[in-house]
Structure formats: structure tokens, C-alpha cells
């Protein structure tokens, strides 16, 4: 008598918003798929429903906000959060980001979901609080982030050393749950340089329109380049996130494109050929980053990057390598590296082919997938206690 067939290993994915998934963890979910696994990601959808369930991941769109704190739509998230992990009944559940890692791994343990990976792609959030409010707040995610984290099926990914050795340090997790994977990974093949306009180079910021982003620093950097008359073009690529209290608003952005203070070219899908067109990237970011995406794919695309010296970014920016790590909020150091990097296409060209040298070696989508794979293989087959109580 034939024995039955085996069940297909089931991984469900919870990110916040559709676009995320779809930008940053696709490649790893279709790696999932083609190795015969179930697919299935929760999340709130906007506008890539049809793309994402043509890949065979199984939707299930969910009302969530990631910035709010209003128990009546928390609980509503939460109710429906515990009826697809008791109906679908995953081996593994991949949660991303703050509040999908809070609310996932609460879940998880109420529905007897045995295999957990959280993702803290930056600890941002928790560690750049200000304000009454805002100190409550880390408290409370602190407090929430060491009830969480213990069990010992769970493994939590951290994108930078940092990020790891800060929750080790404070007991939050042990040596044996955390799991450094260097980003979300890039297609090296896509994000490929270009022919550069060396009479007007474009030095390129692209991310989600935060304050803390560094979107205001970008502005003013462009205005002391102006004033020194550095012939550049300072353009910012990205729409404001109006979920994040931090969203500098279109009226801004569109100010100063008005004044010329900046280039605002809004969201833009084929950002290989917005890579192309530039000569230097900077990110004077604030955020508290993991591994910024963007400046992945620029050291992909060959272009030099100037930034803070800032955990996430120091992992990609080598300085003197592949560019240049400026003190934070150091606005004039960072034009000085720009003026620098304008001043010979032989060290822009020098930086840009070692960039994309270390993220061949470091931060390839292949390597992002295969180190991705190999934890979940970890998980599911190898001899491990069976509570996560």
C-alpha cells in the first residue's frame, strides 16, 4: 500500500503594507514557493493584490496601521490575526517589522504556532524616542519585545551587529535565537551602472519622504551646494509616507521643487534607470536604519555614497572604500565628501566598482535567499524543543 503523500511545508508572511512585501521580501517568498512550499502573506493591501496572487501566494488582506495606537482597531487586527494562524494552521510564520513582530508572536503563541522568525529590520522605532509620550512608548515596546522574544523555536533576524548586540546586551534575546542576514537583498544584474551626465551630475536620494530620513538634512545640504555654486543637481526620489508621523508633506516637497531648493520626482517605478542617471548617493538618515535598501542597490548600480556614520549604513559604506561616513547630522562634512567625489571621476568610478564588489560578496538577493532558506530549514527539521511557552 502507497504511503500518503507527505504535507507541504506552509510559511505565512505578516508585513504591514503590500508594497513592502512586494519591494523587499518577494524574492524570498517565490525562493519558498519554487522549493514546494505554501505561501501565504497577511497583509494590508493597496494597490499590488493582483501581482502578488499571480505569483501563487495565497492573500489575506487584513485592516492594519502601523502607526496607530487605537485598541479598538488593534483588537480587530488581532481577532483576525488569530483566526487565519488557527485556520491555516502554518509550519512557519515570518513576521516584519515592529508592530507584525508585537502582534504576530502574540498570536502565534495563543494559536499554538510553533515555528516563529521576526524580522527587526532597524531598531529605529525603539531607540530614538523623545518627549513623555514617545519614552512611554519605547518602554512599552520594550517591555512587549522582551515578553515576546523567549521562546525557543524563534529566531529573530537583525540586519546589522549593532541592532543584534544591543537586544543581546539587554537579555532581550540569546545568542542561539538571533540571526544576522544582511538586508533584503538586491538583483545585482538589475541595479547595474550607467552612462553618467558628467555636466550636470544628479546626486540621488531615494526613500520614503521622513524627516527622519534625512529629507530636511538633503534640503539643506542642496542649499549650501547652491551657495557655494557646486554644479550638481540634488534630486529626491520617493512619496511621503502619511501613515508615519514623520512624513515630510507633498506641500513641502512641492515648495521647494518650486524654489528649486530640490528636485522632487515623486515615486518612481524603474529606479535601475533613476540609478543609472546619477552620479553619488547620500543618505543623511536619522532613522535608525537596518541595512538601507537603497544604498544597497546604489553600490549594486556602481555609484559612491556618502552618509552618517550610523549603524546600517556603516555596513554597506566602507569609508575611503567605497565612500564616505560623515559625523552625524554633520551637514557640512557631508558637502565636503560631495564636492569631493564631484571633483574626479576617478574616484567615483574607484568607489562605485568596489561597491559593487562588496555587495556581490555581502549583500547579493541570491545570498539574502540562501541564508533566508537554510534558517527556515533550520527550524522546521532540526531536533528542537516543541513549546514556545
Known sequence: MD?????????????TEDWYFWSHRLPIAKACLKSGMNVGLITRVNKHADRIKKTGIKLFPIHINRSSLNPIHDMITLISLIRIYIKEKPDIVHHVALKPVIYGSWVARISGVQKVVNALAGLGEINAATGFKSIILKLLIRLSLKSILSPRNMRVIFQNPEDLDSLIEKNMITHQQACLIKGSGVDTQQYSSGEKNEEKPIVLMASRMLWSKGVGDFAELSKRLKQEKVNVRMVLVG????????????????????????????HIDNMPSTFKQSSIAVLPTAYGEGIPKFLIEAASAELPMVTYDVPGCREIVRNNENGYLVPFKDISAMADAIKKLLKSRNLREHFGKKGRKIVKKEFSEEIIVKQTLALYQELLYHNMDNSIS
Open 3 to 15: 504511503k500518503p503523500a507527505a504535507r507541504m511545508k506552509k510559511i505565512i508572511y505578516f508585513v
Open 239 to 266: 512619496k511621503p509616507d502619511e501613515m508615519n508621523p514623520a512624513a515630510v508633506s507633498k506641500k513641502q516637497l512641492l515648495k521647494w521643487n518650486k524654489e528649486k531648493t530640490v528636485e522632487w520626482w515623486g
